[in-house]
């Protein structure tokens, strides 16, 4: 693996599944990684990919170096050939090269701006982070994806599902006060559509994800119908791709209480937290037996544990 950044990078999904789980039963197995150093590069909020990967890197005895960009660092520039006579007072080159200059690997968060699908979907940040700092680059989200949340979800489904057959996954759209990024519901849905579940996607009309993202996938746009009998039910928000960026309607009917449970089978309730409670999921599910967004929490941590050593094995 050289980069990480979908489930595109990576030739295994159920090898690093496996990577992961065994570093969950031994965090420590592994100090390999001493003396590497993980620049962990943050343009927008975090709290758990920035503690995660952190406590990650600890484990296997590298060093992790956060730097809040988008607070502390200076304004970048991105086009090429431009005068730098504005108020962008460092190229992404050099930004990008002096970092890798610093880091044995690094992690980028860079979330859409929600107004440009096409500037979005170019993914500009993150390509010009794997073009000019020269060393792995591991996405801590960006426009369009969040590959540690999703390998995270995945593990966490594997050490829930016991059963002989195919689990019964559906990833539900949910209401929200705010615009939200499609990078989660893609990014599930591109490593579910590699796992050995049975996928479906419900999102109200003018929610449908990118072509891209839903190929081969049954979306309903009824609710009730997508869930009966679901195993596993991933709620989310996030605003239209169609009109991009935009929040069509705050159906309070799509949010996730124990009416939706009974439809399913008795399913795990997931969420990549945060999460807005009684907007996107009622109390009643988050404080009860059936919600594991903690669990998924936690796996974050062996979900970038297993990344991370995957990228710095062929150096060590
Ligand atoms: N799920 C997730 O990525 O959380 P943070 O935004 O807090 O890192």
């Excluded at 709290?47 to 660092?73: E, H, M, P």
């Excluded at 304004?75 to 610093?102: P, Q, T």
């Excluded at 559509?193 to 839903?214: H, Q």
Aim: one cysteine or more.
């Amino acid at each position: 693996m050289k980069n990480f950044t979908s489930v595109k990078d990576v030739q295994n999904i159920n090898t690093l599944v496996e990577k992961a789980l065994s570093l969950k039963e031994n965090p420590f197995q592994t100090k390999l990684a001493e003396g590497k150093r993980i620049g962990l590069i943050f343009f927008n909020p975090s709290l758990r990919t920035r503690l995660s990967s952190q406590v990650a890197a600890q484990n296997l005895g590298a060093q992790a170096i956060v730097l809040d960009i988008g607070k502390d660092g200076w304004a970048l520039e991105f086009e090429d050939g431009v005068v730098m006579n504005g108020d962008k007072a460092e190229h992404i080159k050099e930004a990008a090269a002096v970092m890798g200059r610093y880091f044995d690997v690094l992690g980028v968060r860079t979330f859409p701006e929600l107004k440009s699908k096409e500037a979005d979907y170019s993914e500009k940040l993150l390509n010009a982070f794997i073009k000019y700092a020269g060393v792995p680059i591991v996405s801590l989200e960006s426009g369009t994806r969040h590959p540690l949340q999703s390998l995270a979800d995945l593990i966490t489904i594997k050490e829930q599902w016991t059963a002989t057959r195919k689990p019964k996954v559906v990833l539900t759209w949910a209401p929200h006060v705010k615009a939200l990024p499609q990078a989660v519901p893609n990014s599930f849905a591109e490593w579910m559509g590699k796992a050995e579940v049975d996928f479906s996607i419900a999102n109200p009309e003018g929610y449908d994800l990118a072509e891209e993202f839903r190929q081969g996938i049954s979306v309903f746009h009824n609710q009730e119908a997508a869930l009966k009998g679901a195993d596993f039910v991933y709620v989310k928000n996030w605003s239209s791709y169609d009109d991009y960026g935009q929040i069509l309607s705050q159906d309070e009917s799509w949010t996730f209480g124990s009416k939706q449970l009974k439809l399913t089978d008795n399913a795990k309730v997931m969420h990549c937290l945060p999460v807005r409670r009684g907007l996107v999921i009622k109390d009643e599910i988050l404080d009860g037996p059936n919600a594991i967004h903690l669990e998924q929490a936690e796996n974050r941590v062996y979900a970038a544990q297993a990344v991370f050593h995957e990228l710095l094995m062929p150096q060590i």
